[in-house]
Every structure is written in structure tokens, then in C-alpha cells.
């Protein structure tokens, strides 16, 4: 069944938004919640079970063990759009809950096997389909970003083996985007895929200081999905970009209790140049939209303290500041990201070879006010005074965790 033509641009607009939407604010790098107490500054840990989702090079430098942690996420974003009556809040549900697991075991004396679970994409945004002033009436209408969602699981397989003082890892990443749905007043696309990458990484320990670094490799998820609407529906496939990251940390023991860490990230936001859309083979035909999107690798600086304040209790505290990867050439309302800065604490408590963790983080994104230069023409919204204005964000991040190590 073939959708009405004044129907069929503007949602390929919207599935042309799926590659950029989801890879830049809806990024988690909270792998653990010992991460989260740490601004996620652990790529140089040796110590900490929470440590080996971010570098799982760290095995090696324990018998085994597991972490299991759930985290809760508040998120409060809003806009005041240039020529609107006032500032509208995403209509969004705040409250979400991600798990993650990372689990690990000694297979020969200097040989450790391991997998991570974990969420590095998610979250949602909605916005009510009169938010946008240009996109509130007649045919534009179509094109208003009504929601916007991913939900991303990474299963992560690791090998780590120490040589003395350093260790290395290789291991594979399994990205199954489970859940993928964008709408507008128009329609709605939902569909699903998984790929598989890699990732490689070394740490090593001399005395109290300790490197490390991690590379994951950029995926191409492959999405099928459906485009439907009042007019029907059609099959459609398009292409989720993962970037690549690299981590590089540096930790110090300053003394028995007090330790410091300070991590580089940077992630290849680049890849999201432009992304295209096809109609499903069994459809066939050729590229419906090629849409551009002008992002840009970014860098995050992240500072991690911990603290023993007793053989059994451990004290942790974190910065970042995150550098966004969106320019304004191509902007959108479906992520307004912007730099963010990072504020974060936790405690860890040992009860013999179990151990329990909470952390608390709060987010704040820099107010980014948007004016384009390019007027909306009816064509992509994206780059456009369409999405003119000032948005807002902050979020708040809550975590639990226990632990066990193996003897």
C-alpha cells in the first residue's frame, strides 16, 4: 500500500533524523555505579569491580568477581521558542531505569574471561506537536518532532591477559537495538536491529599509578522498520551510525586512602555526515532521502577522586565536563544536546567478599539558544529557524549496586 504522497516526505524527514537523534544526548557512558560516583574516570582502575565495564583490560588484575547495578534517570529538558508564547516542557516520562552487569573469571593463571550488559544508548524525548510555531499549522505540521526514542543493550564479551605489570583485552560488542521508534504528528516509525563491533584495551600498574586506555570500535547497525500511518504503511530500512571511542586514564595513589584519576574521552561524532534512507528490498526502488547532518568528533575531561575511610567503606566523588559532538548547520529539536558538566559522589560499602554501592549524579547542560540564518523552506526542519530558541536541560542520575568477588 503506497502512503500519500504529502505524507510520504515528511516522515522519510523524520526517519532521515534516526542516526543523528540517537547517538549524541541519548550517549550514557555510566557503565557502572561506581562510574557514575566517578564522573566515569575508571579507564586506569585496578581496584574497583565497577571498573571493568570501562576498561576490561582490569581483569586481569582480579580473581573474578560481578557487579550488578540498576540506574534511574531524571531528565527535565525545555524550550522557549523564538515567536512562541513562552517556554514548553518535554512531555516526556522523566523517570527511567537502566540495568548493567559486568561479570568476570579466572580460565588460566593469567587468563580472565568476561561480559559486560550495559545501555549506552537511551533515553527519550517528546515534545507536544504545537511546540514549534512554524510546525504548529498546514502542511509543516507533518514534520513537528513529536517523539523520539532508542533503546540499546551492548553485550560485550572480553578476554584479558596480564604480561607482569600490564594487561590487555580484546573482545567483541553486540549492539541490539531492541526498540527504535520516531513520530510525528503524521506517523510514526518504529523497527529494530543489531550489529556486532569490537574493542581493544591495555592498563598497567607500577607502584601507585596506573594507565589505561580503550578503544571501541564505530558499528553500523542495520534498522528495518515500518512507517506507518492513516494512509498505510510501507517497510523501510535505514542505518544507525555508532561512533567510535577512545578512553586514555591516568590514576595515582597519592597515599593509603586517597586516590585520583583523570580520563580523556573522545568520540567520533563525525560519522553522522549524513545518513540515508531506502525503501525495504522487498519494495525495492532507489534512495528515497540522503539527509545531512555536519556533526563533529567531541572530547569529555573527567576527574575521579575515592576515599577510604575505613577498611570496609569507600568514599568517591567526580567532574566531567562533556563537549557536545552537534554543530548548528544541521541542529534538531529530537536532541538538542549542548556541553554539560557532570557533578558526582557515592560510597561503597564491604561486607566481606559482597559488596554494596549507591552514587547520585547531577547534570547540567550549558543553555544553548539557537538562531539559524537558514529559513524553513518546507524541506528538512533540521538547521532551520523552524527549531529557533532556547533550550534547557538537566538531569539527575541515581544508582545501586552490589558486587561479589570470587576467592
Do not use: C
Not at 502542511?139 to 594487561?167: E, K, N, W
Not at 512507517?227 to 586514564?249: C, D, K, R
Not at 525495492?284 to 539527509?291: A, D, F, I
Not at 533550550?391 to 552490589?402: E, N, P, R, W
Amino acid at each position: 500500500m503506497r502512503l500519500r504522497t504529502s505524507i510520504m516526505p515528511a516522515v522519510l524527514i523524520a526517519v532521515a533524523g534516526l542516526g543523528a537523534a540517537h547517538a549524541s544526548g541519548f550517549a550514557l557512558a555510566e557503565l557502572s555505579i561506581a562510574g557514575l560516583s566517578e564522573a566515569d574516570a575508571l579507564v586506569a582502575n585496578t581496584a574497583s569491580m565497577g571498573a571493568l565495564a570501562y576498561n576490561p583490560a582490569a581483569m586481569a588484575f582480579h580473581k573474578g568477581g560481578y557487579d550488578l547495578g540498576l540506574l534511574g534517570i531524571d531528565v527535565h529538558t525545555q524550550v522557549t521558542p523564538t515567536g512562541g508564547t513562552g517556554s514548553v516542557v518535554a512531555t516526556t516520562p522523566h523517570w527511567e531505569t537502566m540495568p548493567n552487569l559486568f561479570w568476570a573469571d579466572k580460565i588460566a593463571p593469567h587468563t580472565r574471561f568476561g561480559f559486560g550488559i550495559n545501555e549506552p544508548y537511551g533515553l527519550q524525548i517528546a515534545w507536544p506537536a504545537q511546540t514549534f510555531s512554524t510546525l504548529a499549522q498546514g502542511p509543516a505540521s507533518a514534520l513537528a518532532p513529536t517523539f523520539t526514542q532508542l533503546r540499546l543493550f551492548d553485550v560485550a564479551p572480553s578476554f584479558s591477559y596480564r604480561f607482569g605489570h600490564v594487561a590487555v583485552d580484546v573482545g567483541a560488542d553486540y549492539y541490539d537495538a531492541h526498540r527504535v521508534a520516531l513520530g510525528t504528528p503524521a506517523a510514526t516509525v518504529s523497527g529494530s536491529g543489531d550489529q556486532v563491533g569490537a574493542h581493544v584495551g591495555a592498563l598497567g600498574q607500577w607502584g601507585p599509578v596506573s594507565v589505561g586506555a580503550n578503544y571501541r570500535s564505530a558499528a553500523n547497525v542495520p534498522l528495518d522498520g515500518t512507517l506507518a500511518s492513516n494512509a498505510g504503511s510501507i517497510p523501510v530500512n535505514a542505518t544507525l551510525h555508532l561512533p567510535w571511542q577512545f578512553a586514555l586514564g591516568v590514576r595515582d595513589a597519592l597515599n593509603t586512602k586517597l586516590g585520583v584519576e583523570f580520563d580523556f574521552d573522545r568520540t567520533g561524532w563525525s560519522r553522522f555526515s549524513n545518513i540515508a534512507v531506502n525503501p525495504a528490498p522487498a519494495v525495492g526502488g532507489p534512495t528515497l532521502l540522503t539527509s545531512t547532518y555536519d556533526w563533529q568528533p567531541s572530547n569529555a575531561y573527567r576527574l575521579g577522586f575515592h576515599y577510604a575511610l575505613s577498611r570496609h567503606v569507600r568514599l568517591r566523588a567526580g567532574y566531567a565536563y562533556d563537549v557536545t559532538g552537534a554543530t548548528n548547520a544541521h541542529f534538531s529539536a529530537r536532541i538538542p544536546d549542548a556541553n554539560r558538566q557532570e557533578f558526582s559522589f557515592g560510597a561503597s560499602q564491604r561486607l566481606g567478599a559482597w559488596s554494596l554501592s549507591a552514587g547520585y549524579m547531577y547534570v547540567l547542560f550549558n543553555t544553548r539558544t539557537y538562531v539559524s540564518n537558514t529559513a524553513f523552506n518546507g524541506g528538512d526542519p533540521n538547521g532551520t529557524s523552524a527549531y529557533d530558541g532556547t533550550y534547557k536541560t538537566h538531569a539527575q542520575l541515581f544508582g545501586i549496586s552490589i558486587g561479589r568477588r570470587f576467592s
